[in-house]
Each structure stands twice: as C-alpha cells, then as structure tokens.
C-alpha cells in the first residue's frame, strides 16, 4: 500500500511540473499577433522593453471539415493550472456554455476534485502546484474550478491505468525526470538569456519576488515547447492519456451533444488537434485568448 502511494505521489509529481513546462507563441510587442506558425495554445505579450506582461491561454473550435454533422464543434480549451483569479472566474463561465465540459486528471474514476481533498499531503499534483500559487501570488485551478458542474465528464486515466500504461512501454518516471532535465538544459543552452538559474535565484530575491518569479517561468515555459515530447510517439504522459480523452469524447458525441469542450494541459493539445483532424474529421474554425498572468505590474 505505501509503495502504490508513493507511485501515485510521483506520477502526480510529475505531471504537475510537465504540465507547467508547455510551449508557447511569441507576441511581438504591438502587432499583437501569434507568428503563422502551427496552431499555439499558449503565448507571451510583451511590452516595447521586451519584458513579458501577458501569459495567455487560448481557446481553438474545430468544427466538421465536410460540413455535415450540423451544430458539432469541439473547444480545445489550454489549461495553465495556476492563474489570476479572474482568469479562473472566466473559465467558470465559459464552461457553462458546454453541454459537455471533458476535463483531465489522473484519479480514480468518479473522483470530482474539491480544495479539502486536494489539499492533503498524499495528493502530489495539489501540493506542487498549490504551492506554486501560493509563492505566485497565483489561484490554483484544483480550488477555483467548479468540478461538481453537472456537465463536467472525468476523461483522463486511473492511476492504476497510467501505472499499467507506463509498464506496458518500459516508461519509468526516473526515465522522464531525466528527459525533462535534457530538455530544459537544451533549452537553456539555446536561450541563455531566459530561465536559468541565475534569474530564477534574483527572482526569489527580488523585492517583487511574484512578479518577477512569473515573469521567469513565463520565460522557461516558452523555451522549453519540446516537453510535450517526452517518452516518444506512444508516451503515456501524453498520447496515451490524450487517446483516453478522445475515447471519452467520441462516446459523449454518439450521445448526440453538440457543443463540447475539452479542458486540458496545453502541452496535450497539439497531438490532440491533430487526432480530432484525423480521427474524428475535424477542421480548426477559430481561436480566441484568454489572459492567465497579469504581469505588467511593477
């Protein structure tokens, strides 16, 4: 039992760091527009001093891409786990307006997340991340997110299920940790400038240590775009839980809804559009933003 705990406290671990390591698009100061490249799921706003004043995460609609299926669209939704309180607020209402709102989270099935379960020491992902918050000045997801909504749908693994899947592809959460440490030295080695230790240390001294601690992670999540990677093209951190959410998506589609929403770690969703392209016919219809991070403060 305190083996199968310590499992679960570490694959929690883990996941709560990868899913603050996403990728995310570069805004050049005052055109306000995400460089064409594929579609980005979160990206910076910078003011004229290059400084960043804006995380954002974005919202992307697939709709059919031969125009049958009248009514379906599909909402990508980026999820940063820690954000302003506005930001969460905003999150709140814009899900009311899915018949389905698919969300992620490696627990047993059935489990609806509540601030008091989330907060005791044996859940990994609460504790990381609840202290990010706290030393963020941030809200965190697991206590602003409305998870008891009617049209709320658990689609991700168990933890039995992630524990099976990591086995079944020789994945170790040692192997991962390491993976995630080459890439964010790549990435350091490539923007010297951004992320290092160096500033992550000033930026725990600085006297506006919030600010300047987001303005440091905003910084190491655009560098480190690769994360979403890690174990390869069959990986359980992220294939394997995104087939899972699709399985959970195409059943709630042959129950006739319509409008559904997927509520994710933006590094999920690049293998995730691609598969609603392939799989399910899909075809990108628009995008809008949402800001996580107000940073502009001094």
């Known amino acids: 039992m305190r083996r199968k705990r310590a ?27 995400a460089k064409p490249d594929a579609t980005t799921f979160v990206r910076i706003q910078r003011d004229d001093k290059n400084r960043p004043v804006t995380l954002e995460t974005g919202i992307v609609s ?39 709102l698919l969300y992620e989270l490696v627990a047993p099935a059935g489990v609806r ?30 206590d602003e997110i409305d998870y008891t909504a009617a049209n709320f749908v658990h689609a991700d693994m168990t933890p039995a299920e992630f524990a099976r899947s990591m086995e079944n592809n020789g994945e170790t959460m040692l192997s991962l940790v390491f993976q995630m440490i080459g890439h964010s030295i790549a990435a350091q080695s490539k923007n010297p400038q951004h992320g290092t230790d160096l500033n ?12 300047m601690l987001k303005r440091t992670m905003a910084e190491q999540m655009h560098d480190m775009d690769t994360i979403a990677t890690l174990g390869g093209q069959n990986s359980t951190l992220v ?15 042959g129950a006739d809804h319509k409008k559904l929403g997927i509520f994710y770690g933006a590094a999920h969703l690049p293998d995730m559009e691609q598969r609603l392209v392939t799989e399910f016919q899909l075809k990108r219809d628009s995008q809008r933003w949402l800001p996580a991070w107000d940073m502009s403060t001094e």
């Open 7 to 33: 499992k679960y406290l570490l694959s929690n671990l883990l996941l709560a760091v990868f899913s603050a390591s996403v990728g995310a698009a570069e805004v050049d100061p005052g055109d306000g527009q």
């Open 62 to 100: 697939y709709i059919p891409a031969d125009g049958t299926r009248e009514g379906l669209a599909v909402d990508l939704i980026a999820a940063i786990h820690v954000g302003d309180q506005k930001y969460f607020e905003q999150l709140n209402e814009l899900f009311k307006s899915y018949e389905v």
């Open 113 to 142: 997340p509540h601030p008091d379960q989330q907060r005791q020491p044996a859940i990994g992902l609460g504790t990381v991340q609840g202290g990010m918050s706290e030393m963020l000045e941030l809200a965190f997801q697991l």
């Open 200 to 211: 992550f240390l000033a930026a725990l001294f600085s006297p506006n240590r919030a600010l």
């Open 239 to 253: 294939v394997q839980r995104n087939k899972k959410a699709l399985d959970v998506l195409r059943r709630e589609i």
